[in-house]
């Protein structure tokens, strides 16, 4: 099952809600994934077409609670690309019908119809949320946590209804990116909190824990691997910087001989040899006196300044 899938058979499963809550759901699925028809003699009916069946059942149920009108639920088969099958809710042609398109706002014109906004849907706060999760569901996907980005988006096809949809987003505090691909507006989050947030107002809470327990699982296994490399990063230098150090004291103990050496040099160019492996810090705590790392430091570039001139090298600071 996809994360889409899931969270969207989650939503199709909670409470309906209020009355006012229901309408807004309903008229949001209807925006997003409805058609009207008009015949001839101007008899309204409506369909409601979705690959998911939950979807469809609570498309169905919202429009039986709302309008105690006949309506009929199909099955069809795509006949192109996937070869999908379609659930399609319809409202029939009845007494009754063009009140319930006018407590949808949808309202007939000589063109043939439009969907007014000033309605009661967007005076309650319960009723955006409701208006969100039916855009979720009809047009909306969310990629597997467990791939490399988080990805939300909703594909919305009317100028003005994708204007309301980011407004109603704004108001809850998220912040929505958009892009037209193919005459066609994407209303996109990319960052896990946002996306997180944005199903918590849908009311997707099951979905919302397993996003959050991948996502911490990432989180944790992504700085483990930071500090796995910083860590890593840091022994390499120290084995170079010890190698180097090991092959500048064999220069000097052929030349001039590490017994020549003033007494502290010498003492710590043959704990090197004797140690190639230890850190700076380990090795001035095997002196004795113990002595700190930036004192090691600076007695091991007085070693390399000395094979230097003995190479006829340059030392470099």
């Given amino acids: 099952m996809s994360f889409t899938k899931q969270v969207k058979d989650e939503m199709a499963r909670i409470d309906d809600g209020e009355k006012c809550c229901q309408l807004a759901e309903l008229k949001s699925l209807i925006m997003m994934s409805g058609n009207v ?41 795509r006949a192109r690309l996937k070869k999908s099958t379609l659930y399609v809710v319809r409202l029939l042609p009845q007494i009754g019908t063009k009140k319930a398109f006018k407590t949808l706002g949808i309202e007939l014109t000589p ?41 939300l988006e909703i594909v919305v096809k009317d100028p003005t209804h994708y204007k309301i949809i980011c407004e109603l987003m704004r108001n809850f505090g998220l912040n929505p990116k958009s892009l037209m691909k193919r005459n066609k507006y994407m209303i996109y989050l990319k960052e896990s909190e946002q996306i997180v947030d944005f199903l918590n107002i849908i009311g997707a809470h099951a979905a919302l824990l397993s996003f959050e327990g991948v996502r911490v699982k990432k989180e944790v296994r992504n700085r483990v691997n930071r500090i796995v490399n910083c860590e890593t990063a840091n022994l390499n230098k120290t084995v170079d910087a010890a190698i180097k150090q090991v092959e500048a004291i064999r220069l000097l103990e052929k030349n001039p001989g590490l017994e020549k050496l003033p007494v502290g040099l010498e003492k710590i160019a043959r704990l090197r040899l004797e140690n190639p492996d230890l850190s700076l810090k380990e090795l001035g705590e095997l002196m004795n006196p113990v002595i700190s790392k930036s004192g090691v430091n600076h007695r091991m570039r007085r070693l390399q300044k000395m094979a230097d001139k003995v190479s006829g090298k340059k030392h470099r600071k």
């Fill in 37 to 77: 028809h008009i015949d001839a003699d101007y008899h309204l009916s409506l369909t409601l077409e979705t690959e998911n069946p939950a979807i469809a059942r609570r498309a169905y149920r919202l429009a039986k609670n709302l309008f105690n009108l006949q309506h009929e639920v199909s099955v069809k088969r």
């Fill in 111 to 151: 063109k043939g119809y439009e969907i007014k906004w000033d309605s009661d849907i967007f005076k309650k706060r319960c009723c955006h949320r409701s208006y969100l999760r039916g855009v979720f569901l009809g047009s909306g996907s969310v990629s597997n946590p467990e791939q490399k980005t988080y990805h």
